[in-house]
Every structure is written in structure tokens, then in C-alpha cells.
């Protein structure tokens, strides 16, 4: 069994769908599929634009009036109460919350009290009856900002137009009071907050105040106590630290000294006890009269009174050098136990001045919170006096920052509807409803009608033949001969030409013609290609094998006697049934009388030798058969045949129902060659199908008659 493979132009094999294959689709190719739909699409386009007319003539005027409020900034702040009340105008936050303000019922409500629409019969008239006037207000109202500014505009719509101005004026004024009223109601109740926690405040200084002073007075403790704690400690620890020094200089030149005398050092001769002034004086006076003595001895002798005068005052300050040496190392141990003693004394005293200054600073944080405390309330209670006092100024300063830029105009002309654009937009929707209606009809049609249609069944197309439409119809099955410069003769011309190229094709003599259902022009095509044939020098056998409703005694009229049918039932030869036409090397084989038992006939072997004996004596042998879903002939004849055409009907036939005839075909072994789609509407088909031809012919045919 042969499976069905559709054809793809590329040479690749795609999977049979049942939908209409997906192609790129030029824009006059969706043109087409409008103009075969024309009458549905006009009647959608007239349906839609009588709509859209009826339902624009039929409304109701509505005018429109518009308050354009400005929303200026907030102004200089003057006092700090104004914080309190401070708004950004140029946040979108701010912008949108404003739209919604006036947008709402509340202020709905107000306008119409204001206004008393209850009363007027022009609002009461449209307002509804269900007598929401707020809510009748509110669906004729819309606030829209216009973009890079600080301007809202207020719509009202009305059938009014004199009402319609009045509303957005009441809309526009009623906001601008109840900014206002807001602002000065903020202001109010500042105040009053305020004012409360004054109150509140000027009890908690007393309390803090009187909490400091208590503790003051209870624990002695205060700035100025700690202050005088602190210097007098300050003033001690300098004194230990010079005392400290003194001493340690003192206990270090001590122990030198001491050193040295233990060590045998002669105390004269130990720098510190040098330096004394009275020791120094003394060695000096020594040395003078060491240097005397020195003098005189070199004269005198020891006995001699001027000797013995001057040992005697070398002696005496001897002696006093002794007993300087002796001080100086006396006033040396003083020195270094004073400074001891006195570092002792003050180390006690700064200690004692330190165990105070630690008690001081043990009570100093439980007393700098309550002064923290006091002070903080002090400050609170003043600031809130100070905006309190501000208030009443902050009052007088108070300003609104939302003004009506212009009085609101009567508007002059309908703002709906808007018949212009209503137009414009009902003849689009009216080419959108032409052409969706085209669309959808189109999908839902499924019938063949472009050559990727035949292409997803599997074959290659031979070729299109356009709408034959001659005046006698039995002419058109012979169109090369009655209209040879048409675009149907070239069609067949071209049917030829896709035959004689193929070489499984050329090479098939007995070529049988059959189609799918009856009516879609299998016989017209058996003769006109049978005709093609013979012009072109072939001798070519046309014989109708259609025992059941057969064609081509009409086209080329014979004698009814003879036929396929007195062949297959008699012992006659070939050369005795067939007739010549006036069609050069063109012969037919009709069918003569129709027999009652067709499918017996053509399954007798009979039928072999005919087409066999046909085979030996013509070039080309054409078969019209019968449609394949109408009997079983044409399935009879394939084993006889070498090759087979299939005609379809242009926009007659069902894909599935075709695909499903080809794949029985397919299954019966058919030597398909190709699709001939036949009878294509010239009128809304015949740029898609013939862009040059049609043209070129026009030309030419035009040309012939003019010669």
C-alpha cells in the first residue's frame, strides 16, 4: 500500500494535513480572498457603517465644559507652625489623590446643595430615576491633568450646554473652597493640640524643676560644688606630682653622697658638698694658705714665728672645712627627709580629695538627668508657647494654592458625537467586518482553489485552466480549435508541454483522464489535450470510456451506432468503431449505446486489446473515464492504463474528499502524473493564476483585430 506523501515545491515530503497549507500570502492574495466573498463582505461593510450611522444620528448632543485649575506650589513659610500644614504640589502622589478628591461623592453631594439640582428640571431631566443626583453628577464628571504642568482640567458632560458650564464652575469653586476649609481646619486643630500639650508640658517642668532642686539641696551636689571639687583636685595632683620630684632629686643626690662617704670618700671632696658655698669658700682659703706655707718654708723653719702663725690658720679653717663638710651632709639628709615628708602629706591629702570627688561623681548622673529632664521640658513647653503665639498670625497668612484659571465658557458645539470621527470609525470597522467576515467564511471553506492547495495533496500541477465560457458550450471542449489565441487554449498547450516533459508521462501512452466527483470538467480536459496532441503531428485516440453518462459524442459529433460498447460486445476490429474527426491525426472512440452492465464490459478482456491494439497504432491514447467516486470504472481500467491525470474542479471539491479519493488511487497502484485544476474563476482569480498571460493575450488578440 502506498502511503499519501504531499508534495512540497522544494522537494521535500511534509505529512498530509487536513488544513490549508501555511504560505507566505502576497497582500493581493488576501484582496482575492475579499473579492470571492464580495457580496458577504459588502453586506458586512454596509451592515457595520449603517450601524454606526444609526447609532450617531440617533444620540442625544453632548456638550462639554472644562475648569482648568491651577495647583501652584505651596507659598514662602513665613512661621514654623506653617510645617505642620506644609504639602509637595509637585508629587504625582499629591496629583492623583486631588483627581480623586474631586472625583468624589462627598464633594458631589456639596455641589449639588450648593447649586440645588434637586430643583433644576435640565439636570433632573437626565439625572435618571432612581434620583441619585450625586452619583448622576459623578457619571458626568472627569478630571484629567495635562501632562508637564500643574494644571487639572475638570470635565462636565451634559445635553445642557448652559448647565454643563454651570456644573464644572460648581465643581471647580465647591474644591477650591474645601482646600481652603481643609487648611484652615488643619490649622484649628494644631491649635488645639498644641494647647493641650502646653498644658501637659507646664506640669512636667514643675515637677522636673522641683525633682532638681530636691536633690541639690539633699545631696549637696551641683555645678558649682563639682566644679570647685574638680579645680581643688586638679590643684593636688600638681602638687604630689611636685612634690614627687622633689623629692626623688633629693633621696638621689642624698644616696650619691652616702654612697661615696661609706665608701671612703672625703666628704670635701665630694662634688655635691663641693659645690656648698661655705665649703667652697673654705677650701679656697685653705689652698691660699697651703700655697703661704709653701712659700715660707722655702725661707723659714717650722719654728719660726711666721711658720708656726700660719699652721696655726691652716689648722683653724682645716677645722672649719670639717665641720662645713659635716653641715653640708647634715642640710643633705634634711633636705631629702623634708621633701618625703611633705609628699607624704600631700599623697593623704589628694587621696582624701579624690574619695570626695568619687562620691561627688556618684551622685552627678542621677543630677544630670533630672537637670536633662528639666531642661528638656523647659525647652518643649517654650517651643509649643512660641507656635501657639504663631498660630494667630499663621491664621491671617493663610492661602490657597489652587486657583480657576479662566471662567469656565459655554461651550458652542456638541462634544458627542463626534460625527466626523464616528464616520471614519464605521468605515474602518466596516472594512474590518468585510474582511473578517471574508476570513472567516474563507476558513471554513475548504475546498480547492489555489495551487498550494494542490500541492498539499501530494502531486505536481500540471497545469490551470481557466473559466471556458464560449457560446455554445459544446464548443468547449474543443477551445484550440474555437478560441486558439485564448488563455484556455494556451492552458492545454501547457498541459501538453508538462507531459511531454516528464519522462514517466511521455513515455505513457494510454493516459486515462478522471476526477473526483462528476462536473468538474474531465471530459473537456480529455479533449482538449487529445486535441493538443494531434495539432502537434502525434496521432492521438480519444476514447470515451464514460459508459455511464458519456460527453464526447457532443463534442465531436459520430455516428451513435458505433462505439466502445458494440467493440466490447461484438467481434468487430478497432478500425470499424473508430471515427475521424475534423481534427487533423485525431480519431474518437465513443461510446455508442450504453450498455446496462458497464463494469462487466470494461473488466472483459476485450478492453485489453483494445487499448493494446490503440497503443500499436497511435502516438497518444487519452481515456475518458468516469469520476472515481461515482463508479468503479476508472479502478477497473488501471491495469490497463500507464498513467493517469486527475482533474479538479476549481472551488467544487473538499480537500479531504479528494485526498482520501488519491489515496485510494494510491492504494489501487494508479500511476498518478499530475493534477489538472480546471474551470478556475478568471473574474477574482486570474492575476493570481495568469499575471502575464492574461495581459499578454489581451495584447495580442487586441492586435489581431485591430489588423
Not at 421 to 435: D, E, M, S, T
Request: proline letters at 5%.
Amino acid at each position: 500500500m502506498q502511503a499519501l506523501i504531499p508534495y512540497n515545491p522544494n522537494g521535500q515530503q511534509r505529512a498530509p494535513s487536513g488544513r490549508r497549507p501555511t504560505v507566505g500570502l502576497h497582500w493581493r492574495h488576501y484582496l482575492l480572498i475579499v473579492l470571492e466573498h464580495k457580496w458577504v463582505a459588502l453586506i458586512s461593510f454596509l451592515t457595520v457603517l449603517a450601524i454606526n450611522l444609526i447609532y450617531t444620528y440617533h444620540q442625544t448632543p453632548i456638550y462639554r465644559a472644562t475648569a482648568a485649575l491651577e495647583v501652584a506650589s505651596e507659598t514662602m513659610k513665613v512661621l514654623n507652625i506653617q510645617d505642620v500644614l506644609s504639602t509637595d504640589t509637585r508629587d504625582d502622589q499629591y496629583f492623583n489623590t486631588q483627581i480623586k478628591i474631586m472625583q468624589s461623592r462627598t464633594l458631589c453631594e456639596q455641589v449639588v446643595q450648593t447649586l440645588r439640582l434637586d430643583r433644576n428640571p435640565s439636570f433632573l431631566a437626565y439625572a435618571g430615576s432612581q434620583g441619585d443626583l450625586a452619583g448622576a453628577l459623578q457619571g458626568r464628571l472627569s478630571v484629567v491633568p495635562e501632562r508637564n504642568t500643574t494644571i487639572i482640567d475638570i470635565h462636565v458632560d451634559h445635553p445642557d450646554p448652559k448647565l454643563a458650564a454651570d456644573l464644572a464652575t460648581g465643581v471647580a469653586q465647591q474644591y477650591i473652597k474645601q482646600n481652603l476649609e481643609k487648611k484652615m481646619l488643619a490649622s484649628t486643630d494644631a491649635v488645639r493640640m498644641l494647647s493641650e500639650q502646653a498644658d501637659e508640658y507646664k506640669l512636667k517642668v514643675k515637677k522636673s524643676e522641683f525633682a532638681l532642686a530636691e536633690y541639690r539641696q539633699r545631696t549637696q551636689s551641683g555645678e558649682e560644688r563639682q566644679n570647685s571639687v574638680v579645680d581643688k583636685l586638679k590643684d593636688l595632683n600638681n602638687s604630689v606630682t611636685q612634690a614627687q620630684k622633689a623629692r626623688l632629686s633629693a633621696e638621689a643626690e642624698w644616696n650619691g653622697v652616702k654612697a661615696l662617704l661609706d665608701a671612703g670618700r672625703s666628704a670635701s671632696e665630694i662634688p655635691v658638698i663641693m659645690n656648698n658655698s661655705k665649703v667652697s669658700e673654705l677650701r679656697k682659703q685653705l689652698n691660699d694658705k697651703q700655697i703661704t706655707l709653701a712659700v715660707l718654708r722655702e725661707r723659714y723653719r717650722n719654728q719660726h714665728p711666721s711658720m708656726v702663725a700660719i699652721q696655726t690658720e691652716l689648722n683653724e679653717i682645716s677645722g672649719k672645712l670639717t665641720s662645713a663638710c659635716n653641715d653640708a651632709i647634715n642640710a643633705l639628709q634634711a633636705g631629702y627627709l623634708m621633701a618625703k615628708a611633705n609628699e607624704e602629706i600631700l599623697q593623704k591629702a589628694l587621696h582624701e580629695q579624690e574619695q570626695e570627688s568619687m562620691e561627688m561623681d556618684s551622685k552627678q548622673p542621677d543630677y544630670n538627668m533630672l537637670k536633662r529632664n528639666a531642661e528638656a521640658d523647659r525647652q518643649l513647653y517654650d517651643s509649643i508657647l512660641t507656635r501657639i503665639k504663631e498660630t494667630g498670625v499663621a491664621d491671617k497668612l493663610q492661602s490657597n494654592n489652587i486657583r480657576l484659571i479662566d471662567p469656565v465658557q459655554v461651550p458652542g458645539s456638541p462634544f458627542k458625537p463626534q460625527k466626523g470621527r464616528n464616520l471614519a470609525v464605521g468605515l474602518l470597522l466596516g472594512v474590518c467586518a468585510a474582511f473578517a467576515a471574508s476570513y472567516l467564511l474563507n476558513t471554513f471553506d475548504d475546498k480547492i482553489k489555489t495551487y498550494e492547495d494542490v500541492d498539499s495533496l501530494g502531486l505536481p500541477l500540471l497545469t490551470g485552466v481557466p473559466h471556458i465560457d464560449l457560446k455554445d458550450a459544446s464548443q468547449n471542449g474543443r477551445v484550440l480549435q474555437a478560441d486558439p489565441h485564448s488563455i484556455s487554449a494556451e492552458a492545454f498547450r501547457n498541459l501538453r508541454a508538462s507531459i511531454s516533459l516528464k519522462p514517466e508521462a511521455n513515455s505513457a501512452k494510454p493516459l486515462l483522464v478522471t476526477s473526483t466527483a462528476p462536473g468538474e470538467g474531465k471530459s473537456v480536459v480529455s479533449a482538449n489535450l487529445a486535441i493538443a496532441f494531434a495539432t502537434n503531428k502525434q496521432r492521438t485516440l480519444l476514447i470515451d470510456c464514460d459508459l455511464h453518462n458519456p460527453v464526447q459524442h457532443h463534442v465531436f459529433p459520430a455516428d451513435p451506432d458505433k462505439g466502445i460498447s458494440l467493440y466490447l460486445t461484438s467481434n468487430v476490429t478497432l478500425q470499424e468503431v473508430v471515427q475521424p474527426t475534423n481534427v487533423p491525426n485525431l480519431d474518437v472512440l465513443h461510446v455508442g449505446s450504453i450498455p446496462p452492465n458497464a463494469p462487466e464490459l470494461l473488466a472483459s478482456d476485450r478492453i485489453r486489446e483494445l487499448i493494446a491494439d490503440a497503443c500499436q497504432q497511435y502516438d497518444r491514447v487519452i481515456i475518458d473515464s468516469p469520476p472515481v467516486t461515482a463508479v468503479s470504472d476508472p479502478l477497473v481500467l488501471l491495469p490497463y492504463v500507464q498513467g493517469v491525470i486527475y482533474v479538479i474542479g476549481f472551488g467544487k471539491i473538499r480537500r479531504e474528499i479528494v485526498a482520501r479519493t488519491m489515496q485510494r488511487l494510491r492504494e489501487c497502484g494508479a500511476p498518478l502524473v499530475g493534477v489538472v485544476m480546471n474551470n478556475i474563476d478568471q473574474e477574482l482569480h486570474g492575476y493570481y493564476y495568469y499575471p502575464y498571460k492574461y495581459s499578454y493575450y489581451h495584447k495580442k488578440r487586441k492586435g489581431n483585430g485591430a489588423a
